[in-house]
């Protein structure tokens, strides 16, 4: 059984910093996908970057680009989104997501609006000014 579970939230001030992770269990391997998504009170939900566990290869929104990195720790089959100069309007539920390679081409956007088979629980961030 696939498991995600993110860590890392919190209350962080405008042009802070903070790091989420997402450990994932149950995958076969390094073949997975892992993408975070956020959502705000009001906001359709967002996907801001997915990362390929085989190849590092990684992707993200406009919106974060330049601030945010997505980076894996295969050892500990962890995912970590690093969050910098963070403004109010990252405020939200980050969740993470994933499913099996399975030899698909992940590229964005469609890494950003794939029908994840799991996602974890999420985590809230709240940067206040």
């Known amino acids: 059984e696939v498991q995600l579970v993110e860590s890392g939230g919190g209350l962080v001030q405008v042009g802070g910093s903070l790091r989420l992770s997402c450990t994932a269990s149950?995958?076969?391997?390094?073949?997975?996908?892992i993408a975070w998504f956020r959502q705000a009170p009001g906001k359709e939900r967002e996907g801001i970057s997915c990362i390929v566990a085989m190849d590092h290869s990684t992707y993200s929104a406009d919106s974060v680009k330049g601030r945010f990195t997505t980076s894996i720790d295969n050892y500990q089959n962890t995912v970590y989104l690093h969050m910098s100069r963070l403004t109010p309007d990252d405020s939200g539920v980050y969740y993470c997501?994933?499913?099996?390679?399975?030899?698909?081409?992940?590229?964005?956007?469609?890494?950003?609006?794939?029908?994840?088979?799991?996602r974890g629980q999420g985590t809230q961030v709240t940067v206040s000014s």
């Open positions: 997501a994933g499913t099996v390679g399975e030899g698909k081409v992940w590229s964005w956007p469609n890494c950003r609006t794939y029908e994840y088979d799991h």
């Open positions: 149950g995958f076969r391997g390094d073949d997975y996908v």
